[in-house]
C-alpha cells in the first residue's frame, strides 16, 4: 500500500499541481482547500504525510499544524509558504513542522523533501520496533533465571538501576553479563538515551583508545577526519566496557579520570571534553588478582567496583538450565517458522547433566543448533552434539595428568550415571535398579556430581 498524502491549499491551481505530483510520485493522495476541511479528511481516516500552506483563510496553515500535531503527532508536516519570513519558518518548526519550502519552489526540490519525510518515518518505526525487541529481551527477563543466584542477580540490577552508580559486573564468559548491565540500562531513567558498548578484548592498544574518547583530525595515520568515541555517544545514557581488565595502561589513567571528573580528551586533541555517560564495566578475569599483580590499578578497581554483581556458572544454577532451554527453543522456532513439541524428559536430563563450559551462550548455540537440524516433531538426542548427549567415552578415556586415582573414578562414575539416567529419561527408580544400587544412593550420588 502506498503512502498517503493530504494536501491542504486555499488556491486551485496549487492544490491540483501538488496532487498530480504527488500521484506520480506513486502516493495515494488528496486535496482540501482549508484547515476545517483537512481536519474532517482525519476524521474518515489516516494520513501518513500534509502538505499545507501556511496563509490560508479561516484556519491558517500554524493553527492546523498545532491541531495535527496534538492529535496526530506521529505524521510529518510539511509547510509551504509564499511569504519566506524567517519569524514564520522559525515558529512552524518549533510547533514541530517536519520542514519548510517558500513558493516558487522547484517539483525536484518538493519531492525530495517528501522522500526525506517518509525516510524519517521509517527509521523512526524500525527505530521504535527495534527498541521494542530490545527491552522485551533485555528487561530484567531477559536475565532468565528461576534459581536464587540469579533472583538474587535481577534483585540487585533493579536496587542499582534508578542510581548513577558505577557498577562492576564479573562473571565467566558467556553467563550473560551484557543482559544484566543491558536491565540496568533500560530500568533506569536513561532508558531512552543510548546504550554503547565497547569490548576491550576485542580492539588493539591503539584502536581501543580511539573507540572510547575518539580522535582529531590527524591524530595518528589514517585520522582523515575527526571523530566522536564512546563516551561523547553514550552521553546521557550508559556506556557498557566489556572484558575492562583488557585495558591497557594508559586508557586506564584516561578511564580513571573520567570516572573522577566525567572529563575526557581525544586523542591527538587538546580540548577537554565531557560525558554524562554511566559506566557499567565487566570482566571475566579477577581484578584483585590483577591488582595485585600489578597489571590493574588499584584506584581505578575502587572506583569501578562501586556496585559488584557476580554473574554465576551455569553449571552452578543447574535449576536454570531446562527454564533457559525452553526459552531457546521458543525463540528460535518463531525465528525458523517451525513448530516443535516440549523437549522430552531425555533431552533435558541431557542438557541437565552437561558442564556447560560455556555457560548460557553455548546452552543457546546448541538448542539454535537443535532446532535449525530437528526434522521431527520434537528435539530428540540425535538433534544434541555428541558431548552434550553423553556419547564421548569419557568413562573409557584414559587419566588425565595430574588427576588422582580419585578423582578419575569419580569422572567415571559420574560419566555411568549420566548415561544411564539419559538411557532411562531420567527415571531414578529404573536407574536405580539397573545399577543396582538403592535410590537414596542414587539421590546422594547425583547431588554429589551436581546432576539434580
Given at each position: 500500500m502506498s503512502e498517503k498524502v493530504l494536501?491542504?491549499?486555499?488556491?486551485?491551481?496549487?492544490?491540483?499541481l501538488l496532487t498530480r505530483v504527488m500521484q506520480k510520485e506513486g502516493y495515494t493522495a488528496a486535496a482540501c482547500a482549508d484547515g476545517g476541511e483537512a481536519l474532517q479528511a482525519f476524521k474518515r481516516e489516516d494520513w501518513d504525510l500534509v502538505i499545507a500552506d501556511i496563509d490560508m483563510p479561516g484556519?491558517?496553515?500554524?493553527?492546523?499544524?498545532?491541531?495535527?500535531?496534538?492529535?496526530?503527532?506521529?505524521?510529518?508536516?510539511?509547510?509551504?509558504?509564499?511569504?519566506?519570513?524567517?519569524?514564520?519558518?522559525?515558529?512552524?518548526?518549533?510547533?514541530?513542522?517536519?520542514d519548510y519550502i517558500t513558493k516558487p519552489f522547484a517539483v525536484?526540490?518538493?519531492?525530495?523533501?517528501?522522500?526525506?519525510?517518509?525516510?524519517?518515518?521509517?527509521?523512526v518505526v524500525q527505530r521504535d520496533l527495534l527498541?521494542?525487541?530490545?527491552?522485551?529481551?533485555?528487561?530484567?527477563?531477559?536475565?532468565?533465571?528461576?534459581?536464587?543466584?540469579?533472583?538474587?542477580?535481577?534483585?540487585?540490577?533493579?536496587?542499582?538501576?534508578?542510581?548513577?552508580?558505577?557498577?562492576?559486573?564479573?562473571?565467566?564468559?558467556?553467563?550473560?553479563?551484557?543482559?544484566?548491565?543491558?536491565?540496568?540500562h533500560d530500568n533506569s531513567d536513561r532508558k531512552d538515551r543510548p546504550f554503547v558498548v565497547v569490548n576491550c578484548g576485542a580492539l588493539s592498544e591503539g584502536v581501543l583508545e580511539s573507540e572510547l574518547f575518539g580522535h582529531e583530525r590527524g591524530a595518528f595515520s589514517g585520522a582523515i577526519a575527526s571523530r566522536k568515541g564512546r563516551f561523547?555517544?553514550?552521553?546521557?545514557?550508559?556506556?557498557?566496557?566489556?572484558?575492562?581488565?583488557?585495558?591497557?595502561?594508559?586508557?586506564?589513567?584516561?578511564?580513571?579520570?573520567?570516572?573522577?571528573?566525567?572529563e575526557f580528551e581525544r586523542v591527538g586533541g587538546s580540548a577537554v571534553l565531557k560525558s554524562n555517560a554511566r559506566i557499567i564495566a565487566a570482566t571475566n578475569r579477577d581484578l584483585k588478582s590483577m591488582v595485585k599483580a600489578g597489571t590493574f590499578r588499584e584506584d581505578l578497581f575502587y572506583r569501578l567496583n562501586v556496585?559488584?554483581?557476580?554473574?554465576p556458572p551455569l553449571r552452578d544454577r543447574r535449576e536454570d538450565i531446562e527454564h533457559l532451554a525452553r526459552h531457546f527453543l521458543e525463540k528460535y522456532c518463531a525465528q525458523m517458522n517451525k513448530k516443535l513439541g516440549e523437549l522430552t524428559e531425555e533431552v533435558l536430563m541431557a542438557l541437565r547433566t552437561h558442564d556447560?563450559?560455556?555457560?548460557?551462550?553455548?546452552?543457546?548455540?546448541?538448542?539454535?543448533?537443535?532446532?535449525?537440524?530437528?526434522?521431527?516433531?520434537?528435539?530428540?538426542l540425535r538433534d544434541l552434539p555428541e558431548e552434550v548427549r553423553g556419547d564421548t567415552g569419557a568413562a573409557e578415556e584414559a587419566p588425565v595428568r595430574g588427576q588422582t586415582l580419585t578423582q578419575v573414578l569419580e569422572a567415571m562414575e559420574r560419566q555411568i550415571l549420566v548415561r544411564t539416567l539419559a538411557k532411562n529419561r531420567g527415571s531414578?527408580?529404573?536407574?536405580a535398579s539397573e545399577l543396582g544400587i538403592k535410590r537414596t544412593t542414587l539421590r546422594y550420588k547425583m547431588g554429589k556430581y551436581g546432576l539434580v
Open positions: 494536501v491542504v491549499d486555499d488556491e486551485p491551481g496549487m492544490r491540483g484556519m491558517d496553515g500554524i493553527e492546523l499544524l498545532k491541531r495535527i500535531r496534538k492529535d496526530h503527532p506521529d505524521v510529518p508536516v510539511l509547510m509551504i509558504t509564499a511569504y519566506a519570513t524567517v519569524e514564520t519558518a522559525v515558529e512552524a518548526m518549533k510547533l514541530g513542522a517536519h525536484d526540490e518538493l519531492k525530495i523533501v517528501v522522500g526525506k519525510a517518509f525516510e524519517r518515518q521509517r527509521l527498541l521494542s525487541e530490545i527491552r522485551s529481551q533485555y528487561d530484567t527477563e531477559g536475565i532468565k533465571g528461576v534459581s536464587g543466584r540469579m533472583r538474587d542477580v535481577e534483585d540487585m540490577a533493579l536496587s542499582v538501576a534508578p542510581s548513577r552508580a558505577t557498577v562492576l559486573i564479573e562473571g565467566e564468559s558467556g553467563t550473560g553479563k551484557e543482559l544484566v548491565a543491558r536491565a540496568i561523547e555517544l553514550a552521553d546521557g545514557g550508559s556506556l557498557f566496557i566489556d572484558e575492562v581488565g583488557e585495558l591497557p595502561p594508559q586508557a586506564q589513567v584516561k578511564l580513571l579520570r573520567f570516572l573522577q571528573n566525567h556496585v559488584h554483581i557476580t554473574v556447560w563450559e560455556g555457560n548460557v551462550r553455548e546452552l543457546e548455540n546448541v538448542m539454535e543448533r537443535a532446532v535449525v537440524l530437528c526434522k521431527g516433531n520434537s528435539i530428540t531414578q527408580t529404573k536407574t
